[in-house]
């Protein structure tokens, strides 16, 4: 499963953790295989994520594991995805680090059927193990045919990679032939071996060529494991958009309280637990702004915030009219459904802004108003306010005076208490302290909300 297409800088930590994960998986007598990137364990400093299969289930032999270990406090279990086929799991691990906020990801598989994206049997990854790096490793032949096939599939090949499959081919020639002819028939196995040998994986054509081979002549040929792999893609689609793992988290606070900056480093820090991430002003704008066209950059409000409203009480029934429209279906067509694809999304401000500021806005309708509909309004996961001594604030921007601020302050404390999911968070310290506190507290909320391997 490709979570984002990057390497990540492995720490000390992060192996120390992966060590102590496969040494229990042994002392259970668990049988397992780290299919590759073993190189982490000899000095290779980055990885985008460990690919392991199993014999079992991954909640039957590793979310036990990864829950104790997280009670004990060694990381949380910030995402467990089901994807793929009934028994693939991609667990995201937040590792409790002073210094940084760091991540594992555990890419894991159990797929006795063969019905993965790769329709590649998995069974054959697990057959004659070896040791590599002290690590159980799938044998030669197997690890050859899996990175193949993978790059293949995804239509990508990297020099190193390249460069492995080569190696692994020529260092036990026979074997590979043998499990190429297993699954293919000798003219698709002569193609792929003489792009190997020729050293022309790489050029063009010839990744598409081989995946041709697989899907016309490999497992994917049979009808029944192409029929078993679409219902079971169903029925996990269903369930992610039931039960969705991303959040939605919305910052308030007066202007000058820090939240585009601490927004952006707070995406910054926590992407690597997630798949996307989504950001927003105000509203979900999935409605053009009325009277002009669309930018993606327009927030809607007043340039500087206005104390008084510029619109009549009817003009300001129709904008509101408009815009709650937008912050309801907004909710459902833009930010649910990325939700349902695990992406982080941090909005600022969002609908309560006007409880607390509506003349921003241009509204002017009756309080009651603003505080009957917010019930009807999509809830967020999370609210946070990031609040500071007035004076602090208004020394950050000076756009309003110090006795408005407080007002905010203490009406956005209101909202968040109306909202029913809201903490408050001070600004004090350097940025990257605050950054590294609300990453922090996005990540606990995900693990909390998501519930991975909980016993």
């Excluded at 979570?3 to 000390?12: D, G, L, V, Y």
């Excluded at 070896?130 to 599939?153: G, M, Q, T, W």
Aim: proline residues 5%; glycine residues 6%.
């Amino acid at each position: 499963m490709n979570i984002a297409n990057k390497k990540r800088k492995t720490s000390s930590l992060q192996l120390d953790i992966l060590r102590n994960i496969f040494s229990e998986l042994d002392r259970r007598g668990v049988t397992f295989a780290m299919i590759h990137g073993r190189d982490i364990f000899n000095g290779n400093t980055s990885i985008s994520d460990v690919d392991i299969v199993f014999d079992e289930s991954p909640t039957k032999t590793l979310s036990s594991i990864l829950y104790e270990m997280q009670r004990k406090g060694a990381f949380r279990i910030v995402q467990c995805l089901h994807y793929d086929v009934s028994e693939c799991y991609y667990y995201i691990l937040s590792i409790n680090d002073e210094e940084r906020i760091s991540f594992l990801h555990l890419d894991c598989m159990y797929d006795p059927a063969g019905i993965n994206g790769y329709f590649f049997p998995a069974p054959e990854l697990l057959v004659n193990l070896r040791k590599d790096n002290e690590v159980p490793s799938p044998s030669i032949a197997a690890e050859f045919l899996y990175l193949v096939i993978k790059k293949a599939r995804k239509g990508k090949l990297d020099r190193a990679t390249k460069s492995d499959i080569e190696t692994l081919f020529s260092f036990d020639r026979s074997a590979c032939l043998g499990l190429l002819a297993k699954y293919l028939d000798p003219e698709a196995v002569a193609k792929i071996v003489a792009y190997i040998e020729n050293g022309t994986m790489d050029e063009p054509g010839a990744l598409e060529e081989i995946h041709r081979q697989w899907q016309q002549h490999g497992p994917a040929r049979k009808t029944s494991i192409r029929i078993r792999r679409l219902a079971h893609d169903v029925i996990r689609k269903i369930h992610r958009i039931i039960k969705p793992s991303g959040i939605f988290i919305v910052f308030l606070g007066p202007d000058g309280s820090g939240k585009s900056t601490i927004a952006e480093g707070v995406l910054a820090k926590s992407y690597d637990g997630f798949r996307k991430t989504f950001h927003f002003h105000w509203r979900p704008e999935l409605l053009p702004r009325p009277g002009g066209k669309h930018k993606s950059s327009d927030h809607d409000g007043a340039p500087e915030p206005a104390l008084e409203s510029k619109y009549g009480l009817f003009m300001s029934l129709i904008r509101f009219s408009y815009y709650y429209g937008d912050f309801i279906l907004g909710y459902w067509i833009r930010i649910y459904p990325r939700k349902a694809a695990t992406s982080l999304v941090i909005g600022e401000r969002y609908y309560y802004d006007i409880l607390v500021h509506p003349e921003r806005y241009g509204f002017s309708l009756p309080a009651w108003v603003y505080r009957v509909l917010i019930y009807f309004v999509p809830k967020p996961d999370m609210t946070i306010l990031l609040s500071n001594e007035a004076e602090v604030i208004a020394e950050r921007k000076d756009e309003l005076p110090v006795e408005e601020i407080r007002r905010q302050l203490n009406a956005y404390r209101e909202v968040i208490r109306l909202a029913g999911n809201g903490i408050e968070i001070r600004t004090e310290g350097s940025i990257d302290d605050v950054v590294q506190n609300v990453s922090q507290t996005v990540l606990n909320k995900t693990a909390d909300k998501n519930r991975c391997c909980d016993s």
